[in-house]
């Protein structure tokens, strides 16, 4: 696995590390999980983007 850094303001930051807080993680994790959810998410929907324009072509 490799590891990435990162720059994000003081408040974003403090945000993810209260989020981890409440769920027994780092802030690392949260933001971790996050960007792996948000890159499914992003990939359904190009998918579900081209299905739609097959249909109509």
Known sequence: ???VS???????YEFYK???SGAGR???????DM???FAG????RAIDQQKRKERWA
Do not use: N, P
């Not at 990162?6 to 974003?12: S, Y």
């Not at 998410?41 to 359904?44: C, D, F, G, K």
């Open 6 to 12: 990162i720059e994000m303001e003081d408040f974003l």
């Open 41 to 44: 998410e992003s990939s359904l």
């Open 18 to 20: 209260k989020v981890g």
């Open 26 to 32: 780092t802030a690392g994790q949260v933001m971790s």
């Open 1 to 3: 696995m490799r590891k």
């Open 35 to 37: 960007l792996f959810r």
